[in-house]
């Protein structure tokens, strides 16, 4: 080969294959793993975002879908996985501070930004729909919980609405909960609105709940609490179930309040930091996150605690999308599930 053709090649070739280590550093999709899916059994997305401040992964019939993040400026984005591939079907580009869509939300079936923004995962773009939330109730902030929006409004005179098909309805003011703002921590069932009270007057601050059917209130400050500093204002992943309110304080101790009795019992504490709690029936999933940590299912009903998985180091959040597995990720945005049942683990992206 001569000279010519030998410097012909290299300015061809160069340019090629920078482009082909490129896609494979830093473009190519993340690596498939063989799993089974099949369609969730639960509608679970509002008690995940609660265990986890916020979603990274859901479940829509028989495909997950999974934010990834890990500070990759290349290949982070909204990864949708099945049976047989992993693909990306959300980005917004090579990033320094890349940013996630919102998976808090899903609302029929379609992963929503907000109540009028949602994402088309098969062209990968958002697009926009009339709420239709009137002007004067604007700004706001908008969740789902079953299937239904609910939003509050940011303005001097805080309410919380829910939407009834495209009309807003009032649900409850601050005013009516006598709270100086709504409270941002809380969980609504049935027939009841559970939140964490932040009245000016110290003394009736607490574990509250509002009535839907009576309109009335109740707060509980448990005695358990009062030894514990900032500890209402350390609360977190807080559900309920027949009238007693589950809670993380401080990021060590899980508690429970029976509304009912008055009582509040110390559930589990550990010397380490439960980075989730999670809920399905009676049984809470909640993970610790040392070398010697590992996630737990702890019954409320009987209190027994069992270890699922041991010795994991690392553990961010938790998940429960069916009956069968929970699923968690580590802080390099890995995602594992582990079948309650066998304790066998599964790889499902990373």
Not at 202 to 220: D, T, V
Not at 234 to 263: H, P, Q, W
Not at 295 to 323: C, F, M, P
Request: with cysteine.
């Amino acid at each position: 080969m001569n000279k010519r053709v030998f410097v012909l090649c290299f300015i061809i070739g160069l340019p090629l294959l920078i482009v082909i280590l490129f896609y494979t550093f830093f473009l190519m999709p993340k690596q498939h793993f063989d799993i089974s899916i099949t369609s969730e059994q639960i509608s679970h997305n509002y008690h995940n975002t609660i265990a986890n401040r916020s979603s990274s992964l859901i479940q829509i019939d028989d495909k997950l879908y999974y934010n990834y993040r890990n500070g990759d400026s290349f290949r982070y984005g909204t990864y949708e996985i099945t049976d047989s591939t992993t693909k990306r079907v959300y980005w917004e580009g090579p990033a320094l501070s890349p940013r996630n869509i919102s998976l808090d939300n899903v609302y029929h079936g379609q992963i929503a930004e907000d109540i009028e923004t949602y994402l088309n995962t098969s062209t990968g773009s958002l697009y926009h729909v009339d709420s239709g939330i009137p002007q004067e109730l604007k700004p706001n902030h908008s969740f789902v919980v079953n299937d239904v929006w609910y939003f509050y409004t940011l303005g001097n005179n805080p309410e919380l609405y829910r939407m009834n098909g495209d009309k807003p309805e009032l649900f409850v003011s601050a005013d009516t909960l006598g709270e100086p703002e709504i409270p941002f921590k809380m969980y609504i069932d049935d027939s009841f609105i559970y939140y964490v009270s932040n009245m000016q007057n110290i003394e009736n601050n607490g574990i509250a709940r509002y009535s839907l059917k009576s309109g009335e209130a109740q707060s509980i400050y448990p005695d358990e609490l009062k030894n514990i500093e900032n500890a209402l204002s350390s609360i977190s992943c807080l559900f309920a179930r027949n009238g007693k309110a589950y809670y993380l304080t401080n990021y060590n101790s899980i508690f429970e309040t029976d509304f009912e009795s008055g009582v509040t019992k110390l559930l589990y504490h550990s010397d380490d930091y439960i980075s989730s709690v999670n809920m399905l029936d009676d049984t809470l999933f909640f993970s610790e996150d040392s070398e010697n940590g590992g996630i737990y299912a702890l019954s409320v009903t009987n209190g027994t605690i069992e270890e699922l998985l041991s010795q994991r180091a690392g553990i961010k959040e938790l998940y429960l999308l069916d009956w069968e597995y929970v699923y968690y990720n580590d802080y390099n945005e890995n995602l594992f599930r582990i079948h309650r049942k066998t304790k066998e683990i599964e790889r499902v992206f990373g």
